[in-house]
């Protein structure tokens, strides 16, 4: 009898590859989101997408349910890819799925989540990261408007970095309102080229990685077109990751923000300990299932093809690419890549992904918020007490 793993979030592309991965590795794969999750749905790779509360607004409804799927499908694994990984591990929900769980607990996962944190645990075994500091006030953050052209700040609890503020002026700085239940930070701006990892570790051990960079990304800075580094800097960044997952005991899948100097030194920006989109680059032949499932280190040789979201690149890409006079690199990147989302005998998700933005834009149009914060607005965490 096949195993069978719940992935969860399963509004991500990174779901989608993850589900197929494991299909290659011969597993049974069930997906499972709050949203109707289209472009999975649609997909031939889960055996079946199931559905579950919200888990920010209805958190013990939310329990109740993951806990019935994982017993009435017989799951042997959990692996979430979104911010649901928050309320999974919390401690009434990690203590009923306990070793079925692919995350760390919650403890790890907001030292990682909170970007101060991260900085400071970073800072303290030795992994290069910039300068770092808090701001909880008004009056801290006075104290850097001398000077605010030499910093980046940004939420401790953020994602797609909409709130972030790079180098900004007198007049940006004061549409800045920190507080106790909204903390910020300084972190001294690093000048250079900005890259990602993702990686996956069992048991503090890395057992998969990839490294990328990209010229494609949203203002927020989210890629969406996914290129391997293949140099000395692959084998920097693999090296720090590995580190990182022994130093903070990482059970579970996290990724980088990276930013190389001119000096050609990495500095770790913030981490995300969940799946991003450097999944893309590793999944296929069924490699990343045993990592997860039984620590299996998957082949260590970088992967060579770009690879890219392709609703992303038609819709953000090519009106970019015709705006700034890169239709050839446009072009060049399809070509030499491969989509993501839309795969030989599974193109329908290609169409779902498509609806499925269309709804979350609607529904930041209803909240009046971004569409990005419109994807997370259902299951995004705080740093607020979890049950």
């Not at 919650?106 to 300068?131: E, I």
């Not at 149009?365 to 740093?383: M, P, Q, V, Y």
């Amino acid at each position: 009898m096949s195993r069978r793993v719940l992935i969860t979030g399963a509004r991500a592309a990174a779901a989608l590859d993850l589900a197929r991965d494991f299909a290659a590795a011969g597993w049974e794969a069930h997906l499972a989101d709050c949203v109707p999750a289209r472009m999975a749905s649609w997909s031939r790779a889960p055996a079946r997408v199931h559905r579950y509360p919200a888990p920010r607004y209805q958190s013990a409804a939310f329990r109740e349910r993951i806990v019935e799927l994982v017993e009435t499908l017989g799951i042997d694994l959990v692996v979430p890819t979104c911010e649901e990984v928050f309320h999974l591990a919390a401690p009434a929900v990690q203590g009923l799925l306990e070793a079925r769980l692919f995350a760390s607990p919650l403890s790890t996962l907001r030292r990682l989540h909170d970007k101060l944190a991260f900085a400071r645990h970073c800072a303290a075994f030795g992994l290069p990261v910039p300068v770092s500091r808090p701001i909880d006030s008004a009056r801290e953050l006075a104290g850097f408007a001398a000077t605010s052209r030499d910093w980046v700040f940004k939420p401790r609890f953020g994602r797609f970095g909409d709130s972030t503020r790079v180098a900004p002026g007198p007049e940006e700085l004061i549409a800045i309102t920190p507080g106790p239940d909204a903390p910020w930070m300084a972190q001294q701006r690093i000048i250079g080229e900005e890259t990602c990892f993702y990686a996956v570790a069992h048991r503090g051990e890395l057992v998969a990685f990839a490294a990328y960079g990209s010229e494609w990304r949203l203002q927020g800075g989210a890629s969406y077109a996914f290129d391997p580094l293949t140099s000395q800097r692959e084998r920097r960044l693999r090296d720090i990751a590995a580190r990182l997952a022994r130093s903070a005991e990482i059970h579970g899948q996290f990724a980088c923000d990276v930013m190389f100097d001119t000096a050609g030194s990495p500095f770790l920006l913030e981490c995300n300990p969940r799946a991003t989109s450097g999944v893309h680059l590793l999944v296929g032949a069924g490699h990343l299932a045993p990592a997860m499932a039984d620590g299996v280190p998957a082949p260590g040789a970088p992967p060579s093809a770009a690879c890219y979201l392709g609703p992303a690149m038609l819709l953000l890409g090519l009106p970019r690419a015709l705006r700034d006079a890169k239709a050839r690199q446009w072009w060049r990147c399809l070509a030499s890549g491969h989509d993501a989302i839309s795969r030989p005998g599974d193109r329908r998700p290609f169409l779902g992904a498509l609806v499925d933005a269309a709804a979350f834009t609607l529904a930041g149009f209803k909240r009046s918020i971004s569409t990005n914060a419109a994807t997370t607005h259902d299951l995004e965490w705080n740093g607020e007490e979890l049950p």
